[in-house]
């Protein structure tokens, strides 16, 4: 399963889902992935380890790639990092970045877009062949 959000909750949903299958049969493999799984070492390279977020650089370039037709770059907010509540859970949250973005916008470009999307799939390749090969994750 390869989901799309890198939330915790999304990702335990995910797993929860997946439960009742691999309780029923031990020996079906289901792996929980997203691309956040694997995008450390490019944030960290572009220096976006802590300011990177929801329509960022990392994400904005990659659409720059996959439907650049719907990339409105005029649109595109300076570098924005609200703070979100930590604790409180809050009536429609997305209130809180009401442009959408929350994160660093000052490093979007094609060529981002093309190195993260290429670093993701190969890391996903790898850890599917691993699997394959070996039934374990290392």
């Known amino acids: 399963m390869i989901g799309g959000h890198a939330e915790p909750a999304q990702d335990a949903a995910l797993r929860e889902a997946a439960l009742p299958l691999v309780n029923a049969d031990p020996k079906l493999i289901v792996v929980s992935i ?22 960022g ?3 904005t370039s990659q659409m720059l790639v996959i439907a650049p037709d719907r990339i409105h770059m005029d649109r595109v907010p300076a570098v924005t990092r609200p703070a979100l509540s930590r604790f409180r859970i809050l009536a429609n949250p997305e209130s809180e970045f009401s442009t959408g973005v929350r994160g660093d916008t000052s490093k979007i470009s094609r060529e981002l877009g093309e190195r993260s999307l290429e670093y993701i799939v190969a890391a996903i390749v790898r850890l599917l062949r691993t699997l394959d090969e070996k039934g374990a994750e290392s």
């Not at 691309?35 to 390279?45: A, Q």
């Open 57 to 59: 650089s990392i994400e």
């Open 34 to 55: 997203g691309p956040y799984d694997f995008l450390e070492p490019i944030r960290r390279e572009t220096d976006l380890t802590k300011t990177d977020g929801h329509a």
